[in-house]
Each structure stands twice: as structure tokens, then as C-alpha cells.
């Protein structure tokens, strides 16, 4: 609906259901509220971001609920109200892009705008395709084009409508960090004149960081935080969160006692006797937790460590060094199978081979607690 | 040669209705979510299996001037429709339905949905999102539907038979003139009729394989 008053808050409140056989069947419930600049959508894959999206863009109904962009109610179950698709103004960038393959990078744009007169239509689309740099594709067909340039061309078609919201759904992926970042300067460029809420969904954490704004963390159809994205995701609640978060190491434990005047409990990790102290939780002794633990922040030694403020040293032993890029997975059994990251200076320094003894470091509050 | 003619007036008939009509049924058919969906694509493909003598029995009752489209025929035109060549291109339109109904549900189906959604979010109601996204991304599936309701128009037999009989010029059409050649012992006419049957149905399913391997596409292949 075109609204006089320009839309630049989105709330949306969604329940969905999904039925189906067993496992399969899913209800989407959250409320969210995304204000102008780029709302980070993060989760692991059948979280409900992708569900969200087409609720938000009318292309799925909700059982119930209510989304409103500045003062265009799109949807409202209690009234009866559901906007549908093509007059929502909302734009959205689809994971596959979704480019029409029988038409040209300029035709694609130009989609869009088809209750315009001809030589504005043109100069939109022409405008658009500058802005995005694309302009020399201009009359090629979207197999002609390469992945980030098509990319590029999808933006600049959704873009190109004025709209109110805009939807990306992962619209970035398998892209070099660097086009990426450059993408995505572009498009804050083009955002800083018009001051829309975007909603952008990615389940990489690498995205997260780089686009390094609000994020909202969804798992299993529910949001489980929001915030900055260090709150959100260097202390994930969840443990597909953690795992999507990029927490190698998961471990259940059992609660041994809390010592609720340090802010701490010891847990004892799996079947094993190595037991070590995490933040206090919301826990008994006795209860069955999960600790997640980065494989980044554990210290690795070649001698027992003394003098540390640290409070959890393990011994154990190399069970195997791979070498992925500049980082090196080394996998640590100390009863319990630590990952463990370090880097190809440090396994030459300290002559790290699989068989030889270490001790882990662990500083508490590297250890988080997930559900 | 006047059988030949009439046969290619009749298929190309057939073949520019199914077109028209079939459309919408197809859309629907691809794209509906009603559980009953069943029930329509039963009856769309029920001229594949019926024997042709069946269907043209039926339509030729129908078309009687006591059956409902014979009566309605007459209050409109003043005439029957049994034994004419409206009556045959009617029982024939029945006959080759799903000949051109398969070919389009197969390929609006094919159709990435996410191109439609798509379609939607830029704006685009049903109308426009079919005109401009989904027929020229289905256009082998329409040449397909046309050549083939065309070709297999050329071909019938048992419908003709039962619906239009056997008048010159107006429902003798080429393969009942073969069958009444080779009644009266001409063999070398039928034969000649028959070679150039061969001949065009060779052809046309020459072009619908071509069309379907993509042979020629208006934009490049994938």
C-alpha cells in the first residue's frame, strides 16, 4: 500500500505453523521490530528466517499476527487485513535471486516498474544499474553473467521500486569477502538517502561481523536474542545457535556444586574425571548442561601452566594436527575430544606432533552455557 | 486431396482452440493447491484411455438433436450439430484435450516458483506474471500442446467415424478416406493418402522432440 508518511519502522509479529509428518511440523512464532539500516536475521538453517521473510513480503500467510511498515498495516488476522504481494512495497532479494532468465539485466530491472512511461522507466533503470555498477550489462541475459554482477542486478531490480522494506535472504553467499564488502557498501550508500528498514538474513557469522549491526538470533522458530551482534553471538543461549556461531566445541556436563559467591559452578564434562568451573547458571547440581566453548579461546601448553588467573588446566593428548588455511585444527583428547585452534608459528614453535602431551587453558568465561 | 485439406482445416482448428482453452485449464492445473485436483486431472487425460468410439458415442448423443448441445446448437444456429464440421471440431477438441493439457501443466509446473514469487514482490498481479514470466519460460511446452493436439487431430479415426460419418468435403477427413479406399480395393490411393499421413506425423513429432531437447530456445541454455 502506498502510504503518504514514508515507511521506516517495521514490526512484525508472526505465528505459523507448519504441519507435517512427525519431526517435520514447525511453528514459527516471533515478534520482531527492525528501525532503518541493515536487522541481521541470524540461525541456523530451518530456523525460520526464510519463513519470516515471506510472511514479511505476503508471499506466505501467517496463522495469526501482525506486521506493520510505518504506518502500512500489510497484515492483521484480528481484522482481516492482508495486503497481498504485489502491492506491499516490499523488496526482496530471493537466495537464488530469482532473475528472469529470458530477460536482460535492464529488462529484469525494469520489471518493476511497469505503470511508468517508457523514457522514465529507462532512466530509473539506467540510474539503478550506475548506482549498483552494472550499467555495462545492461543488455545481457542473466546466464551471460557472473555471480556477483548478478547479484548486483537482483539488488538494483528490487531496489529500483522505491520500497518500503527491503528482504535479503541470504543474498550474498559464495561471494569473496571482498566483493561482499563491497556490495554492501553500495547498498548502504543507497540506503543512507532513504532510510528503509532492511532485513537480512545470512547464517554465516563471517556476514554478521561484517555488517556488524543488529542482530536478531533465531532458532527453531523462535527468537531466542537480540542485540549487538557480540551479545548475540559471542554468547549464544542455544546450542544450534552456538553451533551456527561458530562454537566448535560442545560438550555436555553434569553439575557438580554452585558457588554462587564466586559466580561459578563445577561441572564435570561428559562420563570423564575432568571437571571444570563455567559461569554460574540456572541450574541444580545434578542437571545435565551443554558447554560451548570456542575453539580460538582455548590456550594450548606444552608444560603444566602455573600462575594463571585462569581457573580450568586439563591435561591430555594430541590425537591429530590439520592444517585448514592459516589456522590449525588440532583435536586434543583429554577424555573428553578437545578442538583446539592454533596457529602453524605455534605448532613449529612449541613442536606440536600428534601423541605429544599438553595442557588446555580454559578461562571461564570462554565457557557458555546452551540450551 | 479434398480428405487431406479438411483433415488439416479440422487439426489446425482443434489445435488454435485447445490453445485458448487449455491455457486456463492448465494454469489451474499446475498451480492450484485444492486436495480435489484429482478429480479434473483424471478427467483432462480420460480421452487417452477411452476408446475413441466411446467418447465419440457420447458426443454424438450429446450433439443429437434431443441431447443438450444439439438443442442448444439448433435455439442458436438453427441447425444440428451432429454430422457437421462444428460437431467434428468439438468431439475433436474433447479427444486431444490432454494432448495439449499435459504438455502446458508440465511446463508451467517447470516454472521456478521463486521466478513468480518474484513476479509478485515487483508489483506483477496473476495476469501479467503469466503473460510476461511464466509463457515465454513455457514456450517448448506450447509449441509442444499445439503440435501435438494438431498431429493427433490428423490421426483420429473412431471419433470422426461416430460424430461426422462420412461426408465429402465435410467430415470425410484423410483417415477415413484411406479406410474407404482400402474398402474398395484401392490400394495404390490409400497408400499414396497414407505415405503422406506418415510423412506429416514423422515431421511434426521431429519438431516436438527438437523443441523439447531445447534445440532452439529464444535466450541461452542454462
Same mark, same amino acid.
Given at each position: ?42 540461525? @541456523? ?12 513480503? *505476503? ?41 528472469? @532468465? ?44 557472473? *555471480? ?224 | ?222
Amino acid at each position: 500500500m502506498a502510504g503518504e508518511v514514508k515507511a521506516t519502522i517495521l514490526t512484525a509479529r508472526i505465528r505459523k505453523e507448519r504441519r507435517g509428518a512427525g519431526a517435520s511440523s514447525f511453528i514459527l512464532d516471533v515478534s520482531i521490530e527492525a528501525s532503518p539500516g541493515i536487522t541481521i536475521l541470524f540461525g @541456523p538453517s530451518g530456523a525460520g528466517k526464510s519463513t519470516l521473510l515471506d510472511s514479511v513480503a *505476503g508471499l506466505a500467510r501467517p496463522d495469526e499476527g501482525r506486521i506493520v511498515a510505518g504506518s502500512d498495516v500489510l497484515f492483521d488476522s484480528a481484522r482481516g487485513i492482508d495486503v497481498p504481494a504485489p502491492k506491499r512495497r516490499t523488496a526482496y532479494v530471493f537466495q537464488t535471486l530469482a532473475l528472469f @532468465p529470458h530477460l536482460s539485466a535492464e529488462e529484469n530491472v525494469s520489471y518493476g516498474l511497469m505503470d511508468l512511461r517508457e523514457e522514465e522507466r529507462q532512466e530509473r533503470a539506467e540510474a539503478i544499474l550506475r548506482a549498483f555498477r552494472v550499467e555495462k550489462l545492461r543488455k545481457q541475459r542473466p546466464a551471460e553473467i557472473s *555471480g556477483g554482477e548478478k547479484q548486483r542486478i537482483a539488488l538494483a531490480r528490487s531496489l529500483v521500486t522505491e520500497p518500503g522494506v527491503l528482504l535479503l535472504d541470504e543474498p550474498l553467499t559464495g561471494l569473496d569477502a571482498e566483493l561482499k564488502a563491497a556490495i554492501v557498501d553500495d547498498l548502504r550508500a543507497w540506503n543512507a538517502a532513504k532510510g528503509i528498514p532492511i532485513l537480512y538474513v545470512t547464517h554465516s557469522r563471517e556476514e554478521v561481523d561484517a555488517l556488524g549491526e543488529r542482530v536478531i538470533a533465531l532458532d527453531n522458530g523462535r527468537v531466542v536474542s537480540a542485540g549487538a551482534p557480540m551479545d548475540v553471538l559471542d554468547a549464544p543461549r542455544r546450542k544450534k545457535l552456538a553451533q551456527a556461531a561458530g562454537f566448535e566445541n560442545i560438550l555436555s556436563a553434569t553439575v557438580l556444586d554452585l558457588r554462587g559467591a564466586d559466580g561459578v559452578m563445577r561441572v564435570r564434562l561428559g562420563e570423564s574425571a575432568c571437571e571444570i568451573e563455567v559461569p554460574l547458571g540456572y541450574a541444580a547440581a545434578g542437571n545435565r548442561v551443554q558447554v560451548a566453548v570456542r575453539a580460538g579461546d582455548i590456550l594450548l601448553a606444552t608444560e603444566r601452566p602455573h600462575g594463571l588467573s585462569a581457573r580450568n588446566v586439563m591435561d591430555g593428548r594430541i590425537i591429530s594436527l590439520e592444517q585448514r588455511g592459516t589456522t590449525v585444527i588440532a583435536r586434543v583428547d583429554c577424555e573428553v575430544i578437545f578442538v583446539v585452534h592454533v596457529t602453524p608459528g605455534a605448532v613449529r614453535a612449541l613442536e606440536l606432533t600428534a601423541g605429544r602431551r599438553v595442557w588446555l587453558v580454559l578461562k571461564t568465561h570462554s565457557c557458555h552455557l546452551v540450551e | 486431396m479434398e480428405a487431406l485439406w479438411l483433415s488439416m482445416k479440422l487439426a489446425a482448428w482443434v489445435a488454435a482452440i485447445l490453445l485458448v482453452i487449455g491455457m486456463p485449464v492448465a494454469y489451474w492445473l499446475a498451480y492450484s493447491n485444492w486436495r480435489g485436483k484429482f478429480l479434473l486431472e483424471s478427467l483432462v487425460a480420460l480421452p487417452l484411455v477411452l476408446p475413441p468410439t466411446v467418447l465419440g458415442f457420447y458426443a454424438l448423443v450429446a450433439m443429437g438433436p434431443r441431447g443438450p448441445l444439439g438443442k442448444l446448437w439448433i435455439a442458436l444456429f438453427g441447425h444440428g450439430l451432429a454430422f457437421t464440421f462444428s460437431g467434428l471440431i468439438l468431439a475433436s477438441v474433447l479427444y486431444s484435450f490432454p494432448f495439449a493439457v499435459q504438455p502446458l501443466v508440465a511446463s508451467f509446473e517447470g516454472v521456478d516458483r521463486r521466478l513468480l514469487d518474484a513476479s509478485a514482490v515487483l508489483g506483477a498481479g496473476s495476469s501479467r506474471t503469466f503473460c510476461r514470466v511464466i509463457l515465454p519460460l513455457s514456450l517448448p511446452g506450447v509449441v509442444t500442446a499445439a503440435v501435438l493436439s494438431f498431429a493427433h487431430t490428423l490421426g483420429e479415426f473412431g471419433v470422426v467415424l461416430m460424430v461426422g460419418g462420412n461426408l465429402a468435403g465435410v467430415t470425410r477427413t484423410v483417415s477415413i478416406d484411406i479406410y474407404d479406399r482400402v474398402q474398395s480395393l484401392e490400394y495404390g490411393e490409400a497408400n499414396r493418402m497414407a505415405l503422406v499421413l506418415l510423412a506429416i506425423s514423422f515431421s511434426v513429432l521431429c519438431v516436438v522432440y527438437a523443441v523439447n531437447r531445447r534445440v532452439w530456445t529464444p535466450w541461452p541454455a542454462k
